[in-house]
């Protein structure tokens, strides 16, 4: 969003002009949003040959939602926020922030996060790890407050992202989840089973509530030959 004309600031420094990048740090001119990803702290410890390792969560590690701050800078240290954008209890991690405008909204905030996996998981150990991915959009108002306009939730994780004008280009990767217990309690064999799961059951889907479609379509999808070591290929898009 350009500052008025007579209003410098700083923003994203950016590999390309007008291709903006995501930060954990947005400035829009008027308004500072700081994401702010608490996540739980692990105390390691393990005997002399290493050979165990016991892991704890200590009772004062850090259990709050996901948030972020909204700021008015002004000349008076230790200004407090105007604002604060509580995100869902399942994120779990802020990948990066976006501000934007649009025709309905002449300021927004796009916030792209990491799903957590099972509740809870933020204070279990290395169990924050997820396979969906979420964007949010809000408008921000003049005096600092934030109001939901729309999120998209899709499977994979986000491992770039880039917008140029008001749209939004990411690019994520997905590895689909197989119940190996369920499928050796069938009988059956990991590689036969895997062979007799139609390709579109394998692909990644985005979700607009309830709602679920395909993030693209098998037919652009295309399939390596195996390499020379006979590796399994994998699905590129």
Request: glycine residues 6%; negative net charge.
């Amino acid at each position: 969003i350009p500052a008025p004309s007579d209003v410098f600031h700083s923003t994203t420094n950016v590999q390309e002009t007008g291709v903006d990048e995501s930060d954990l740090v947005k400035f829009d001119g008027q308004f500072l949003y700081v994401a702010d990803d608490p996540a739980p702290i692990f105390h390691l410890t393990s005997d002399a040959s290493l050979s165990t390792i016991d892991i704890a969560v200590p009772e004062e590690s850090p259990k709050e939602p996901a948030s972020i701050y909204i700021f008015q800078p002004n000349n008076t240290p230790d200004t407090p926020p105007v604002g604060k954008i509580t995100l869902d209890s399942k994120v779990a991690k802020i990948i990066g922030l976006y501000v934007y405008s649009s025709k309905s909204t002449s300021r927004g905030l796009a916030v792209i996060v990491h799903q957590r996996s099972e509740e809870g998981a933020r204070t279990e150990p290395f169990h924050n790890s997820t396979n969906q991915a979420s964007i949010y959009l809000y408008g921000i108002n003049d005096q600092g407050q934030a109001a939901e306009k729309g999120r998209l939730r899709f499977d994979g994780k986000v491992i770039g992202s880039r917008r140029i004008d008001n749209r939004l280009y990411f690019v994520s990767t997905y590895l689909p989840e197989l119940n190996v217990y369920a499928v050796q309690q069938a009988g059956m064999n990991i590689e036969d089973y895997i062979n007799t799961i139609p390709l579109k059951a394998l692909l990644p889907k985005q979700y607009t509530g309830n709602i679920s479609t395909g993030l693209f379509d098998a037919r652009r999808c295309t399939i390596p030959n195996p390499d020379s070591a006979g590796k399994a290929p994998s699905l590129v898009d």
